[in-house]
């Protein structure tokens, strides 16, 4: 079974640009997860998709960043315009939909995109 | 402001010898902790969730423990062999918050042979 796959491995760019993240979660995970995590610090929480819908988007830190998941399958996470302090590595994660209590939930982490905004 | 603490922030531990480490969450309104491992370019992998106080998991060399009502975890890995070296992650789920992982910054393994 394939794993969670994230698209770039690597973006450079520079302040004021767009960047555009992709996530492919594993076939059939409904729970789709978007993190970032800046250089040494903890890995924080952007936002929860259940199939195409936003679940939670608390963590989403300004208008900045759009996250869709059309279709209920990959995500995208855009970034615009990108500025400095965006530079971090985001993570993707997918887990199965609840069959039983929450905390049974297992979320498979893809590897990541690491971002750097100069 | 909930918040996850974990330390050491990074160890060296000769190979061959056993270590361990903590993760500190807020012992009020806990639902499960998870702990992660995370080699740098790779995917982090899930090692553990535990949910219950006195838990204990284990994973060939690597056991947690868990104390929900004092707020602590504890990673121990028996036996340290080079490919151990990794980030160790733990994430505290609580109730309420759409039962978000509130996650520590980690502890950096360094295994040295």
């Known amino acids: 079974e394939a794993g969670v796959t994230q698209f770039p491995s690597h973006s450079v760019i520079e302040k004021g640009q767009t960047v555009t993240l992709r996530c492919d979660p ?3 995970h409904d729970n789709l997860y978007w993190y970032r995590r800046v250089m040494g610090k903890e890995i924080k929480f952007l936002l929860h998709f259940v199939k195409e819908s936003k679940q939670d988007e608390s963590g989403m830190p300004n208008n900045r960043f759009l996250a869709e998941r059309t279709g209920g399958t990959y995500s995208t996470l855009k970034v615009q315009p990108a ?3 965006d530079s971090g590595v985001y993570f993707c994660a997918s887990s199965q939909e609840e069959l039983g209590p929450v905390w049974q939930e297992t ?4 590897p990541g995109t690491r971002l750097l905004v100069l | 402001i909930l918040n996850v603490e974990q330390s050491p922030q990074s160890l060296h531990v000769q190979e061959g010898d ?3 480490f903590t993760c500190s969450f807020p012992s009020s309104n806990f639902y499960a902790l998870h702990w992660y491992r995370w080699e740098t ?3 982090p992998e899930a090692l553990f969730v535990m949910t219950l106080n006195g838990d204990e998991k284990k994973k060939g060399r690597i056991s947690a423990t868990l104390n929900t009502k004092e707020g602590y975890s504890y990673l121990y890995i028996k036996g340290s ?3 151990d070296s990794a980030t160790y992650l733990c994430a505290f789920k609580g109730l309420g918050s759409n039962y978000q ?3 520590g910054a980690g502890t950096k393994l360094i295994i040295k042979p």
Not at chain 1, 107 to 110: C, L, P, R
């Open chain 1, 26 to 28: 594993i076939s059939g």
């Open chain 1, 83 to 85: 500025e400095l302090e």
């Open chain 1, 107 to 110: 979320q498979y982490f893809g």
């Open chain 2, 18 to 20: 056993s270590t361990n």
């Open chain 2, 41 to 43: 370019a790779k995917s």
């Open chain 2, 81 to 83: 062999q080079p490919e």
């Open chain 2, 101 to 103: 992982l509130i996650w």
